[in-house]
């Protein structure tokens, strides 16, 4: 993937605004998860390697809905991340900051987006050559409060904040100017999916894609 691609993926991730993050048990579920979120306008999906299924749900999603940027979430090793660029991921997302794992996505010229929580992190991140990085567990940090502090020091950097994120945060976060794409799973709750309520995660994306879509625009219709 050349660097142009690289800087493509985040710019679709921009513009979705929300990347949903997921748990998935079952991968046969995966497309018709993918489906139903970009229906909704979000396609755009991180599929997290805290289940069995992440490797499958990639594959399917990136054979049956190629139209979804499709990452993995979670990464914590340069296993995973060789198992999540087999698969297909287009972008890797992780919950801490390993110079190991990022020199090696870097090195596929795929973006990751590793998790800060300080600014001696985000600092580490930088000298990386990374532009953008994830703040983990955003809530806890101190949300929209926290981020607007962080963007004094840290002009360039943008952050995709996740982590105790709501449907009634989301306009905190996307009003900062700092802020890529807001990273949350209210969309995507485990027991929705267990029941492959699919119209559910419809309203709840709905819901949150009007949030976007009022504060950004709208790249593309419903």
Do not use: N
């Not at 993937?1 to 679709?12: E, I, W």
């Not at 499958?56 to 990452?71: C, K, N, S, T, Y």
């Not at 983990?136 to 020091?153: D, K, Q, R, T, V």
């Not at 950004?216 to 219709?221: D, E, K, N, V």
């Amino acid at each position: 993937m050349p660097a142009a691609t690289s800087a493509s993926v985040l710019a679709r991730i921009a513009a979705s605004g929300i990347v949903p993050v997921v748990r998935i048990e079952r991968a046969e579920d995966a497309p018709e998860l993918a489906r139903t979120l970009a229906g909704a306008g979000l396609p755009c999906i991180e599929i997290t390697f805290r289940s069995a299924a992440a490797v499958d749900a990639i594959q399917a999603i990136r054979a049956q809905v190629p139209e979804v940027l499709v990452g993995a979430g979670t990464v914590v090793s340069l296993d995973q991340l060789e198992r999540a660029l087999a698969a297909g991921a287009s972008f890797i997302v992780s919950p801490g900051l390993q110079p190991d794992v990022v020199r090696a996505s870097l090195a596929h010229d795929i973006p990751i987006l590793p998790g800060v929580y300080t600014p001696t992190e985000i600092i580490l991140a930088m000298d990386l050559g990374l532009s953008a990085v994830k703040l983990f567990p955003a809530s806890s940090a101190g949300g929209p409060a926290y981020l607007h502090a962080l963007a004094g020091p840290f002009p360039a950097m943008r952050f995709v904040p996740t982590g105790g994120i709501d449907l009634a945060d989301l306009e905190g976060y996307l009003r900062l100017p700092s802020v890529l794409a807001v990273g949350g799973s209210w969309m995507v709750r485990p027991e929705l999916l267990a029941a492959r309520d699919w119209p559910a995660v419809d309203r709840l994306a709905g819901e949150a894609v009007a949030v976007v879509r009022t504060l950004r625009g709208s790249p593309a219709a419903r």
